[in-house]
């Protein structure tokens, strides 16, 4: 039994939804999206509520019914207030500087790494943080594992990008001497 996916997703102010088939357009202040959603389940609009229903009780349709579900409202949760994930980064001599559609990372490699960031994503940098903004979650949180995926933190020193609510295990170094 999907719990998730039988909760109502309510339409915010200023949040317009229009569906077509399986085919959903969310438009709101801070922008536009559109998916084709799963054909095996069904999507309504009802008191102003967006409702996702399934035909029957196979594993398939519970498991697309939670699906749909959570996209649709990270759609809905995107246009009205929209996602940003902040990144830190830590080790001498690293830092990011923004250049047009492409973030300029210095990560103590001999060379710099030129990041392009995806088309509907922003960033913000202030001295070693990097937040990401941006309508569609997908989009924001992939970039973000992109861009830290470039040096992921090691359990050493630290030294590396690592989300900002992120907890690096430590280890200790060699025992001796």
């Known amino acids: 039994m999907s719990r998730v996916g039988k909760l109502p997703i309510d339409i915010v102010d200023k949040v317009e939804v229009k569906l077509d088939g399986n085919h959903i357009t969310v438009k709101g202040p801070k922008g536009e999206l559109e998916r084709t959603l799963s054909d095996v389940v069904e999507v309504a609009i009802e008191d102003n509520q967006i409702v996702v229903k399934r035909p029957d009780d196979s594993s398939q349709a519970r498991a697309h019914q939670g699906l749909v579900r959570s996209l649709v409202a ?104």
């Open 74 to 177: 990270n759609m809905v949760e995107g246009v009205s207030k929209g996602f940003e994930r902040t990144l830190e980064i830590n080790g001498v001599g690293y830092r990011a500087e923004q250049k047009s559609s492409f973030v300029r990372l210095d990560l103590g490699f001999s060379h710099p790494i030129m990041f392009e960031l995806p088309e509907n994503v922003d960033v913000e940098i202030k001295g070693t943080t990097l937040t990401l903004k941006g309508v569609s979650k997908e989009s924001v949180t992939q970039a973000a594992a992109q861009i830290r995926s470039l040096r992921p933190p090691e359990p050493y020193k630290g030294k590396g990008i690592k989300y900002s609510d992120e907890t690096i295990r430590r280890k200790a170094g060699k025992a001796g001497g």
